[in-house]
């Protein structure tokens, strides 16, 4: 059974840090692109960074400049360093990983979100 295993949300003061990180476990035979996607109340999800196999990057123009998707592809683990964080970065956190199973299957994965909040 595959799971994505985030941890690294917290309540931090507007201009500070955090990082997020995801993990991927289970039987896989690859991870494709993985990804940071969040949503704040009321609101649809939305694409924070994302960032494939081969190393392209996307990112959302709200946190350009100030987030960094990176991945450790022998932890199976992908992270999301915030820096200069504002009030309204306050959202639930998921992660997302496209993974090959050893079947061939593609499929996506979601982790079970973490809530950052920025507030004085």
């Known amino acids: 059974q595959v799971q994505l295993v985030e941890s690294g949300g917290g309540l931090v003061q507007p201009g500070g840090s955090l990082r997020l990180s995801c993990a991927v476990s289970?039987?896989?035979?690859?991870?494709?692109?993985m990804a940071w996607y969040r949503q704040a109340p009321g609101e649809q999800r939305e694409l924070v960074a994302a960032l494939t196999s081969t190393g392209s990057t996307n990112t959302a123009d709200s946190v350009k400049g100030r987030f960094t998707i990176a991945r450790d592809n022998a932890k199976n683990t992908v992270y999301l360093q915030m820096n200069s964080l504002k009030p309204e970065d306050t959202a639930v956190y998921y992660c997302?990983?496209?993974?090959?199973?050893?079947?061939?299957?593609?499929?996506?994965?979601w982790g079970q979100g973490t809530q950052v909040t920025v507030s004085s």
């Open positions: 289970g039987m896989i035979f690859s991870i494709h692109d």
């Open positions: 997302n990983a496209l993974i090959r199973h050893m079947d061939s299957r593609l499929f996506h994965y």
